[in-house]
């Protein structure tokens, strides 16, 4: 199973980023979006069960939004409103039979 992430780079203080994550086959339990700051610990962004139930960071709530298409496999977290604080690598994630799929992370870079 593969992940292919899409859409990071720089962008200013309260602008917008879209990232798009496809999986190469099956439907997963989970997927979503981890990040990882410099020096810091990779933690959740945000992630959606199969049935729609979304969990998301604290930081995040009322500026991402998380969006998933289980025909197409396809996970997108639609970023506005970014932070300095919002830089890090974001890696797709799905999880699957407790199966953890890691994609090759994404850099997002938000400048001030």
């Known amino acids: 199973v593969q992940l292919q992430a899409s859409g990071g780079g720089l962008v200013q203080v309260g602008g917008s980023l879209r990232l798009s994550c496809r999986a190469s086959?099956?439907?997963?339990?989970?997927m979503g979006w981890y990040r990882q700051a410099p020096g810091k610990e990779r933690e959740l962004v945000a992630a959606?069960?199969?049935?729609?139930?979304?969990d998301s960071n604290d930081s995040v709530k009322g500026r991402f939004t998380i969006s998933r298409d289980n025909a197409k496999n396809t996970v997108t977290l639609q970023m506005s409103s970014l932070k300095p604080e919002d830089t890090a690598v974001y890696y797709c994630?799905?999880?699957?039979?407790?199966?953890?799929?890691w994609g090759q992370g994404t850099l997002v870079t938000v400048s001030s």
């Open positions: 994630h799905a999880r699957f039979n407790n199966i953890d799929y």
């Open positions: 086959r099956t439907i997963f339990d989970f």
């Open positions: 959606q069960t199969r049935a729609g139930r979304i």
